[in-house]
């Protein structure tokens, strides 16, 4: 493959998603329970329903599956993901009992706090991930110790959840299922902030982890930092993860499917290109995936994370599967 | 010796916190290889590891160019130093060109992308390690041999001046070893890089070394020209080589010679014994090896296969003595092979030999050597 071609794939690429992306969005906005015939009330609720929830899925989407690129970049392993590894669990853990115990005293939980809680429980996932794998060499056996956490977390989060009577547990429930929904205005610009901060330090990061990709031992050699690179990539990882658990809960298997859907398209791993094809095509994903989720059974909504389930797990098992093959 | 490029004082290597391996001091000029040999385990790559600061120093320091390595930053030391180590690296959907192209890590902006300039360095790095066809290959699919090229393509485009490598060598087969060593001579003649490595094929260290390191368990056991280290007893007690032996002058190993008292001799000469040395050896056969100059080829292989051999002075033909003494041993034997056809007036005494034992009817084909 010359030049050329490659960065003709590499245009087309970004354009086909982009134009998903946009699709995605306009798709969005018009389906649903209420139509233009609905007069002032339709806009109110385009505005204010739609629109946000939209721009969550969009942005939390390409969160997620940018924490799994991140992971994976870490891990030098493509199963390696926020959920899997547990991650979104601890931070789900953290959070709900944040919630639980400030609903008990009267105090709402602001998104700050939130997210703040969550990155808490996503460092503590991570810690004993970390600590898992300087004893585990094998990734296999990691995965299956971040499902272990991923286990407990969720076990000790159902557990709080079932015990705690209040009127908002409710809330708490749909949230620990995993959802788009019930997003304000104010929740958006709190996790724009976040989520293109972290964006934009990924994509300084872009180059020593093209290096990283080749090894520990090379990046260190052609002057990479590893122990600073490193320290960034489990604080990135984990804001991003953690980021998307407080807003819509834990939503499985896009932070690896995506990620591997993207080096499929573009034939490379390059960084620099993957950040923000991961980035549009997590988006896109969810978009996709919520649009199923709140029309399929209308007016039933189903979790997030069911349909990304659905649709992002085969796509796991066809690349676990194809690897093997080699 | 002003003139090192790279150069190690009183440097002590080791993990964690015990020392491995105390006050090393290697050298490496500009235009030079320095290799490092040693059995398995004496801490070669432990000492290469820690000069490309892999591994922490646990005591003294390494020079680059005049400066402690331990104060110049990570880009300075890319751009002077290159490496190529065993660490298995299998990244995923990289070519070859990407490879490559890392290694002009150093020397691009921000984000990393690649300049015109970056591109065409990149494909002469290639096309030196004779890789320019492998430029588009996914480069987890190629072959070790290949592989490797790539990666030394990749060592070559940092631009080093100094490259470290440590067995380079290992896993190739003889085609790629002698390559890879070939691409590595020219880079150090034609554009004076130092070059200090690992290998353990000692008979290609022998030839392309210009300063040999001995690593053995925990020193340096002596450092010099190759001429000096490989001798065969040196190398035997640097490996502590307690079956078999190392032939300095072939750069090959031997093994055992078969043990036990010499029922069979050969009278050879002019490397036409070899063979049935050879063949006797791997039969288990012991033999004598008879009437030898000190200076016939053949003399130098029986010196490792043979119990023991009747040898003469070189340039004088054989004497009465030496004549009398390979017959005694002769008539200890019950089969003889001649492996010579035509006689001198050298070595009249070996058709001598050979006709006593055609008259005695032990004399075998030599062919047939080892069939008993």
């Given at each position: 493959m010359d030049e050329g071609k490659r960065t003709r794939r590499y245009v087309i690429a970004f354009i086909a998603l982009a134009a998903l992306f946009a699709g995605l969005v306009l798709i969005n906005l018009r389906v649903g329970s209420v139509d233009e015939t609905a007069g002032e009330l339709y806009g109110q609720i385009l505005w204010k329903i739609r629109l946000p929830r939209i721009l969550a899925a969009g942005m939390l989407g390409g969160a997620l599956s940018l924490a799994g690129f991140l992971l994976q970049t870490f891990f030098a392993n493509p199963i390696a993901g926020p959920f899997v590894l547990g991650i979104s669990s601890g931070a789900k853990l953290v959070v709900s009992l944040t919630m639980i115990f400030l609903l008990e005293w009267g105090v709402s939980i602001s998104s700050w706090g939130m997210i703040a809680a969550a990155f808490g429980g996503a460092m503590i996932s991570m810690g004993f991930i970390l600590?898992?794998?300087?004893?585990?060499?094998?990734?296999?056996?990691?995965?299956?110790?971040?499902?272990?956490?991923g286990y407990i977390c969720s076990a000790v989060t159902d557990f709080v959840v079932t015990f705690a009577d209040d009127s908002n547990i409710v809330n708490l429930h749909n949230w620990s299922l995993g959802s788009f929904s019930g997003m304000s205005w104010g929740n958006i610009r709190v996790m724009a902030v976040v989520v293109a901060a972290a964006f934009l330090f990924c994509m300084l990061l872009s180059k020593p982890m093209g290096a990283y990709q080749l090894g520990e031992m090379y990046a260190r050699s052609m002057g990479v930092d590893i122990m600073r690179f490193r320290v960034a990539l489990i604080l990135l990882s984990s804001i991003l993860a953690a980021t998307v658990t407080a807003f819509a809960g834990p939503?499985?298997?896009?932070?690896?499917?995506?990620?591997?859907?993207?080096?499929?398209?573009?034939?490379?791993?390059?960084?620099?290109?993957?950040?923000?094809?991961?980035?549009?095509?997590?988006?896109?994903?969810?978009?996709s995936c919520d649009l199923i989720a709140r029309t399929v059974f209308a007016p039933t909504e189903l979790s997030i994370s069911s349909v990304t389930a659905v649709f992002g797990a085969p796509v796991v098992l066809r690349m676990m599967v194809r690897r093997q093959e080699g | 010796m002003a003139d090192s490029y790279l150069f190690t004082e009183h440097m002590a290597v080791g993990y964690g916190r015990a020392i491995l391996i105390d006050d090393i001091s290697i050298r490496v000029a500009r235009g030079e290889i320095v290799t490092l040999i040693g059995p398995n385990g004496a801490g070669k790559s432990t000492i290469l590891k820690s000069m490309i600061r892999q591994l922490a120093l646990m005591g003294g320091r390494v020079v680059l160019d005049k400066d402690d390595?331990?104060?110049?930053?990570?880009?300075?030391?890319?751009?002077?130093?290159?490496?190529?180590?065993?660490?298995?690296?299998?990244?995923e959907l990289m070519t070859c060109f990407d490879v490559v192209a890392a290694g002009r890590y150093p020397y691009t902006g921000r984000f990393g992308v690649l300049s015109g300039e970056d591109r065409r360095r990149v494909r002469?790095?290639?096309?030196?390690?004779?890789?320019l066809e492998l430029e588009a290959a996914d480069f987890s699919r190629i072959s070790d041999g290949q592989r490797q090229r790539v990666l030394l393509a990749r060592a070559i485009c940092q631009e080093p001046e100094v490259i470290?490598?440590?067995?380079?060598?290992?896993?190739?087969?003889?085609?790629?070893?002698?390559?890879?060593?070939?691409?590595?001579?020219?880079?150090?003649?034609?554009?004076?890089?130092?070059?200090?490595?690992?290998?353990?094929?000692?008979?290609?260290?022998q030839r392309i070394s210009d300063t040999v390191v001995c690593v053995c368990e925990n020193h340096i056991d002596r450092v010099g020209e190759p001429e000096?280290?490989?001798?065969?007893?040196?190398?035997?007690?640097?490996?502590?080589?307690?079956?078999?032996?190392?032939?300095?002058?072939?750069?090959?190993?031997?093994?055992?010679?078969?043990?036990?008292?010499?029922?069979?001799?050969?009278?050879?000469?002019?490397?036409?014994?070899?063979?049935?040395?050879?063949?006797?050896?791997?039969?288990?056969?012991?033999?004598?090896?008879?009437?030898?100059?000190?200076?016939?080829?053949?003399?130098?292989?029986?010196?490792?296969?043979?119990?023991?051999?009747i040898d003469t002075p070189p340039?004088?033909?054989?004497?009465?003595?030496?004549?009398?003494?390979?017959?005694?041993?002769?008539?200890?034997?019950?089969?003889?092979?001649?492996?010579?056809?035509?006689?001198?007036?050298?070595n009249e005494a070996n058709r001598r030999l050979m006709e006593e034992a055609r008259e005695m009817e032990i004399l075998r084909e030599p062919c047939a050597a080892g069939r008993i």
């Open positions: 600590l898992a794998s300087r004893r585990l060499q094998a990734m296999p056996l990691l995965v299956i110790c971040g499902v272990m956490i939503i499985s298997f896009v932070g690896i499917a995506v990620p591997h859907l993207m080096k499929r398209m573009l034939k490379t791993a390059k960084p620099i290109l993957l950040i923000p094809a991961c980035f549009a095509g997590g988006g896109a994903f969810c978009l | 390595m331990a104060a110049l930053d990570g880009r300075a030391v890319a751009k002077k130093m290159s490496v190529l180590m065993t660490d298995r690296t299998q990244p002469e790095s290639l096309a030196l390690v004779h890789a470290v490598l440590d067995e380079p060598t290992s896993f190739l087969d003889i085609r790629h070893k002698l390559e890879l060593l070939s691409i590595l001579k020219e880079m150090v003649r034609e554009r004076r890089v130092a070059v200090i490595m690992s290998l353990h094929e000692l008979d290609l260290a000096d280290i490989f001798t065969d007893d040196y190398i035997r007690r640097l490996y502590g080589v307690k079956r078999g032996g190392y032939h300095a002058d072939f750069g090959c190993p031997e093994l055992e010679t078969a043990a036990g008292e010499p029922q069979t001799f050969v009278i050879g000469g002019g490397g036409s014994g070899i063979s049935c040395y050879r063949r006797l050896q791997r039969k288990g056969v012991p033999f004598f090896a008879g009437v030898l100059h000190t200076n016939d080829i053949d003399y130098a292989v029986a010196k490792y296969l043979a119990v023991q051999i340039f004088e033909p054989i004497g009465e003595e030496t004549y009398e003494r390979a017959r005694a041993c002769m008539h200890l034997c019950k089969t003889v092979y001649c492996t010579l056809e035509d006689f001198g007036s050298m």
